[in-house]
């Protein structure tokens, strides 16, 4: 019986030593939420084609939910993450000086402040992912080859509508996406030239799915609307976006593609260790809600020293 006992007390400890690390992870203060995107946009700036990188590591490690297994060795060199392996060792050194960042968060984090640098809208950031440890299943990121209507198949399974995928496809306004330069010429700004390009028949840089988009009239019109309006373009992947990467609750136990369904809703503050601390016949090991900070907006804290910018390579990753 002492046995037992024994053996109970150190199943319920590391229990309790699961919950508290995975909480710590998520409870950044807002200071240092502000000096790390400091440092983002210290990095953006001397190296031109991180931002967009940023922004296209955001929409792969979340499509099925954002769990920061993008950067495990078994997934970041798959075809279908192609072009953002460079990105691994400039965030990775993020973690050593930032360790209540998770990798999920650390990735969301970088991408909405790459919009913002690039000149796109902002967008607010909820902490609290969870890095999943396991590499998702291989072939879930949606080939640049696909037809429209698989694309708009794949985006319905995740909850998203044909609509959604008019805004979100904008993001080709910049970067490389699947290898591709986009936009050649103007691909470090974000903004509604894409739209612009596509109605005006310029095909360079395009992939077949946004070319298609003009074929269905409803998309069509919403492409036309976007060239007109960059303003309502920038309100709409604001918000289409923001619920893209805050789909975060499903990422501990799905294998397939994390539905909308399951968006975590952040409370205002991180839960304290005490609080969070399940019992021992009840644990539960889901994400925690962490605190909301919004994206960075005014003039940035002052950069610490340390600066990844030019590192060859980080700390190796080792899930949690």
Not at 3 to 19: E, P, Q
């Amino acid at each position: 019986m002492a046995r037992l006992g024994i053996c109970k007390y150190l199943l319920s400890l590391a229990v309790v030593l699961f919950v508290s690390v995975h909480i710590a992870r998520a409870q950044c203060s807002e200071e240092t939420i502000k000096q790390m995107e400091a440092i983002f946009i210290q990095n953006f700036t001397q190296n031109e084609a991180m931002a967009p990188m940023c922004l296209h590591s955001a929409f792969h490690d979340c499509w099925n939910g954002c769990n920061g297994a993008l950067f495990l060795p078994e997934e970041i060199d798959r075809p279908e993450n192609a072009g953002l392996p460079p990105l691994k060792p400039l965030l990775m050194p993020f973690t050593s000086q930032f360790p209540c960042i998770s990798i999920a968060d650390l990735i969301n984090s970088c991408a909405v402040t790459a919009l913002k640098f690039l000149g796109g809208p902002s967008v607010p950031v909820y902490y609290g992912r969870l890095d999943r440890g396991v590499p998702d299943p291989p072939g879930l990121i949606p080939e640049p080859t696909m037809s429209l209507s698989a694309l708009i198949g794949a985006f319905n399974a995740i909850g998203f509508t044909k609509e959604n995928v008019v805004t979100l496809s904008g993001a080709h306004s910049v970067g490389v996406c699947h290898g591709i330069p986009m936009c050649p010429g103007h691909n470090n700004t974000f903004g509604n030239h894409y739209y612009k390009e596509l109605i005006e028949g310029d095909f360079e840089g395009k992939l077949h799915t946004d070319i298609e988009l003009l074929e269905d009239n409803t998309m069509r019109s919403l492409v036309q609307q976007y060239a007109n309006d960059q303003q309502q373009f920038f309100n709409d992947f604001s918000e289409v976006f923001g619920k893209y990467i805050s789909r975060i609750h499903c990422n501990q136990t799905s294998t397939g593609p994390c539905p909308l369904d399951d968006i975590g809703v952040p409370t205002s503050a991180a839960p304290s260790p005490q609080s969070a601390v399940p019992s021992f016949s009840e644990p539960s090991f889901g994400p925690p809600s962490g605190p909301s900070f919004p994206t960075f907006d005014g003039e940035p804290s002052a950069p610490s020293s340390f600066s990844p910018f030019g590192s060859s390579s980080g700390p190796e990753f080792f899930p949690i």
